[in-house]
């Protein structure tokens, strides 16, 4: 299978790239030099959000302390920096990700508002009774939830994609599931519990043969994988800022504009209507109609400066970066007596699900928060994958721009004293 | 003693190995599902209540060390209790696990429940120590509310 992932992007040779400076990169970010019950964090709970650069942090201050004003109707003139800003950043994201228009690209809270959106305007106004909505075991529940909704609402159907032992989506079995009423596709990229890559190219190939539009769930890939919207000809992209070294609250929704166009607004208020009056409003053009009341100004600015951030060190470098980590980690945990890693798919992103035969996550947690190791345990919001697995929570280690093999080292040392208290 | 030590403290670590009343009980009077949404422990409370008495008690769960430990523990403080008795040692046990960390507790007076001072360090993982006792407290509600 010729795949759309990380691989493709870690065989290539950065000859426009700077070699990897992470002394200079973990400079960047102030937390890091935080200490955790006296000793030096070492952060590994990237999936669940990342840190910010002090670019990012710096930039935010800055609309605070500088140019803070409301958007798109003052003419004063700090109302018209912080309105270019804003638009600025809209530009800046259009290009990140090769939308061919601007207005496909809309400001929203976060992947899980992204995908409501869709869901709300797009799944109200077009799917009915009957119709099917593919979705796969491996989805966060923020691409679970609001079609169950729906679901509630229109007595839709929802059919799910199964995935093997290794975490890696069935693709024949996704195949088998689309008939006439297959109305709306909607996978993730990478999987926040497992880590899988999937093959979205080809699932967006095989569902535009039927006519069905795609919606791909890019919070955890969107900063791993250079992702470009027109190459990939998804009709939906969806990412959070904050699991990309931006602010929280700050989220994209990319449409293909065809799509945007027909689709009602999903809220009202002030900044998405052209005209209002008792008897008749018209609501104003892409992509404020989906814009409405005064948005996170601020973290829309600082999204900008995280993927200038990204761009700057070049996410081809950052993607083999955690490649090494992911590889160096994955080898040492599997030497481990009694510790099982979650997930062994083909292509994976840098994270690491695991579970110990004598220790709980949660155990695991707590002993690791001690040596100043912060990961994530839990179902990590992907209940259908720990039933999958039959277990009720992982561990999870998952690594970002900023990690280094020395951090991975305190991790599996931390990991053998919690083998040894438990045994 | 460091605070890991005090929290994962042997008697912690044999009850979470060898869980004393594990197992369904199928003739029970009282029975309740505790469940802690946030990290997916799950457990069953099991009650066999004679005359106010509880005669017997068991649960099954999949839980971390702690939950697993409390719920074990648990059990082998109330057989033989009256149904009163166990709510007051609910009470105790509630207020050592969520007791500010800078006021000192007598352990003396605790007896089997003082290993659970150390959770206190811990915030995160009070539910986790409570789950069960929060499930028997259901269980003992439940049967009370069918009775009206």
């Known amino acids: 299978m010729n795949e759309y992932t990380l691989d493709q992007y870690n065989e290539c040779v950065e000859t426009d790239c700077d070699p990897y400076n992470i002394k200079g990169i973990r400079e960047d970010f102030p937390i890091l030099k935080t200490l955790v019950h006296g000793k030096p964090l070492v952060y590994l709970d990237n999936a669940a959000t990342t840190h910010k650069p002090r670019q990012v942090i710096n930039a935010v201050n800055a609309f605070y302390a500088e140019y803070n004003s409301n958007i798109h109707r003052g003419v004063h003139k700090l109302s018209q920096i912080a309105t270019d800003k804003y638009e600025d950043a809209r530009r800046t994201v259009k290009s990140f990700i090769n939308a061919k228009h601007l207005e496909e690209i809309i400001f929203t809270s976060g992947t899980t508002d992204s995908i409501n959106l869709v869901v709300s305007s797009y799944g109200r106004k077009f799917l009915k009774e009957g119709d099917n909505v593919i979705i796969s075991t491996m989805e966060h529940h923020s691409n679970i939830v609001p079609w169950q909704m729906l679901r509630e609402e229109k007595n839709i159907e929802l059919r799910v994609i199964p995935i093997d032992e290794n975490g890696d989506l069935i693709f024949d079995e996704f195949v088998k599931l689309i008939d006439e009423n297959t109305k709306f596709v909607s996978v993730t990229h990478i999987s926040n519990a497992l880590g899988t890559v999937n093959p979205i190219k080809h699932i967006i190939e095989k569902a535009h043969e039927s006519n069905i539009p795609v919606l791909i769930d890019g919070a955890q890939s969107v900063h791993h994988t250079k992702i470009d919207v027109q190459y990939l000809d998804c009709d939906f992209f969806v990412f959070s800022g904050h699991k990309i070294y931006g602010p929280t609250g700050i989220g994209i929704l990319y449409g293909k504009k065809e799509f945007l166009e027909k689709m009602p607004p999903h809220k009202g208020g002030g900044d998405m209507i052209l005209s209002v009056r008792f008897d008749r409003t018209i609501y104003n053009d892409l992509p404020y109609k989906f814009e409405a009341g005064t948005p996170n100004i601020a973290g829309a600015i600082g999204l900008a400066e995280a993927i200038k951030y990204i761009d700057d060190i070049c996410i081809k470098v950052i993607a083999r970066h955690e490649n090494e980590l992911l590889n160096y980690a994955t080898n040492l945990i599997n030497e481990l007596d009694g510790v099982r890693i979650i997930g062994n798919a083909r292509n994976k992103s840098s994270v690491i699900s695991f579970v110990m035969d004598n220790a709980h996550p949660h155990d695991i947690g707590t002993m690791l928060d001690i040596d100043g190791v912060a990961i994530r345990t839990g179902h990590h919001c992907a209940e259908p994958v720990m039933r999958r697995y039959k277990i009720p929570a992982t561990a999870r280690a998952s690594f970002g721009l900023y990690n280094t093999k020395e951090e991975i080292d305190v991790l599996i040392n931390s990991i053998i004293k919690v083998n040894k208290m438990f045994s | ?148």
């Not at chain 2, 006021?103 to 001072?117: R, Y």
Request: glycine share 6%.
């Open chain 2, 1 to 148: 003693m460091n605070e890991i030590q005090e929290l994962y403290q042997q008697v912690i670590l044999d009850h979470n190995k060898n869980p004393r009343n594990f197992g369904e009980l199928p003739q029970h009077s009282h029975y309740a599902e505790g469940h802690n949404p946030l990290c997916g422990d799950h457990i069953d409370v099991y009650l066999d209540i004679e005359n106010d008495i509880i005669k017997d008690l068991r649960f099954v769960g999949a839980g971390c060390a702690i939950s697993k430990a409390s719920a074990s523990i648990m059990t082998t403080l109330l057989k033989g209790k009256n149904v009163a008795e166990a709510r007051e040692l609910f009470h105790e046990f509630h207020k050592i696990v969520t007791t500010d960390i800078q006021q000192n507790i007598d352990e003396l007076d605790l007896g089997k429940l003082a290993v659970f001072c150390g959770v206190r360090e811990f915030p995160a993982r009070v539910k986790c120590a409570s789950l069960a006792w929060h499930t028997l407290i259901q269980a003992l509600d439940n049967a009370q509310n069918s009775k009206n």
